[in-house]
């Protein structure tokens, strides 16, 4: 299936009310958080290294997902408010996305965190090579440098 990744600056598109929605029907709270975080104009995605992009398939947005700055590590960045919507699940949209911010983030940090949530969104952080960070456990980190170069991505990426 075909993507498109943008980069979201200016404003949340208008689409993200759908992903919002199935995100909560899911017992997900973090699309909401993000939206209201930058109306709020407390979380925007604006800091060195920091970006926000939306994975569309046609007109329709089909995931969203950001790296911010990581408080807890030095040098580091974080997965952050990265939902990809159930019908477009297992369809490469996801990997798309996460292999793309994975991408921007190599000119900025040496280690990417995430805290997945669920078993299932640790499994797909652990196939594109993260691994438990020891403190926590809850933390999965990856080493910029270990990122295959056969993971880089292909494809369209423009700024919305």
Same mark, same amino acid.
């Given at each position: 299936m *075909? ?11 208008? $689409?993200? /009310?759908?992903?919002? #929605?199935?995100?909560?029907r =899911?017992g !997900? &709270? !973090? ?5 209201? =975080?930058?109306s709020? +104009?407390? *979380?925007? &995605? =604006?800091?060195? +290294?920091e %970006?926000?992009?939306g994975?569309y398939?046609? $007109?329709?947005?089909?995931g969203? @997902?950001g790296v ?7 040098? /580091? ?8 919507s159930p ?5 490469? %949209? ?7 911010l *994975?991408n921007?983030?190599?000119d900025?940090? #040496?280690?990417?965190?995430? !805290?997945?949530?669920?078993? @299932?969104? /640790?499994? &797909?952080? =652990?196939?594109?090579g ?7 456990g ?5 080493e910029?440098a ?8 292909? @494809?369209?990426? #423009?700024t919305?």
């Open positions: *075909l993507a498109d990744i943008r980069v979201i600056r200016d404003r949340l598109p208008r $689409e993200i /009310a759908d992903l919002e #929605s199935e995100a909560r =899911e !997900h &709270f !973090h699309i909401t958080r993000l939206i209201d =975080e930058w709020a +104009g407390d *979380l925007r &995605f =604006e800091r060195h +290294g %970006i926000l992009l994975a398939v046609g $007109e329709a947005l089909a969203i @997902g911010t700055v990581e408080p807890a590590l030095s040098q /580091a960045l974080r997965m952050r408010r990265f939902y990809v019908e477009m699940r297992r369809h490469g %949209i996801g990997r798309l996305l996460a292999l793309a *994975l921007h983030t190599r900025f940090c #040496s280690v990417v965190t995430v !805290h997945p949530g669920n078993p @299932g969104a /640790a499994k &797909f952080w =652990e196939a594109l993260f691994r438990p960070h020891a403190p926590d809850d933390t999965l980190c990856l910029i270990r990122i295959p170069s056969g993971r880089a991505v292909s @494809g369209s990426l #423009s919305f």
